[in-house]
């Protein structure tokens, strides 16, 4: 879905061996989404778009996947602003619950967790 960061993923196997998944994600998934969320008019159909690879990838993918979506990538672009999570939940989740309230429950815990908050 992101061509522009075709590069950097091949960068990060060929410098440690392996995709680093966290890593990665908190350097370019986040930054793709706020970079969207900036200006969402203009950005529909890439929001459209991200949030439903974020939920096809939610529903089809692994355990640690899913935990990566919102773990890392939602609650990162959304942990300050709970409330532009819960508009964007509802513009773009409407048909992927489980992860509406998972990533929910991710932008909950960004505020609370030190942890959390340290690694994005």
Same mark, same amino acid.
């Given at each position: +879905?992101?061509?522009?960061?075709?590069?950097? !993923? %091949? &960068?990060?196997?060929?410098?440690?061996?392996?995709?680093?998944?966290?890593?990665?994600? #908190?350097? !370019?998934?986040?930054?793709? +989404? %706020? &970079?969207?969320?900036?200006?969402?008019?203009?950005? $529909?159909?890439?929001?459209? #778009? !991200?949030?439903? +690879?974020?939920?096809? +990838?939610?529903? &089809?993918?692994?355990?640690?996947?899913?935990?990566?979506?919102? @773990?890392?990538?939602?609650?990162?672009?959304?942990?300050?602003?709970?409330?532009?999570?819960?508009?964007?939940?509802? $513009? !773009?989740?409407?048909?992927?619950?489980?992860? %509406? @309230?998972?990533?929910?429950?991710?932008? $909950?815990?960004? $505020? @609370?967790?030190?942890?959390?908050?340290?690694?994005?």
């Amino acid at each position: +879905m992101f061509p522009q960061y075709k590069d950097a !993923y %091949k &960068e990060m196997v060929a410098k440690y061996g392996d995709f680093l998944y966290v890593e990665f994600y #908190k350097n !370019y998934g986040i930054a793709k +989404m %706020k &970079e969207l969320m900036e200006n969402e008019n203009a950005n $529909k159909k890439q929001l459209v #778009k !991200y949030f439903k +690879m974020l939920g096809d +990838m939610h529903y &089809e993918g692994e355990l640690i996947l899913g935990d990566i979506i919102c @773990s890392v990538i939602l609650a990162g672009a959304f942990g300050n602003d709970p409330a532009a999570f819960e508009a964007a939940a509802e $513009k !773009y989740l409407e048909d992927y619950p489980f992860l %509406k @309230s998972a990533g929910r429950a991710a932008v $909950k815990n960004y $505020k @609370s967790n030190k942890k959390l908050r340290a690694i994005l």
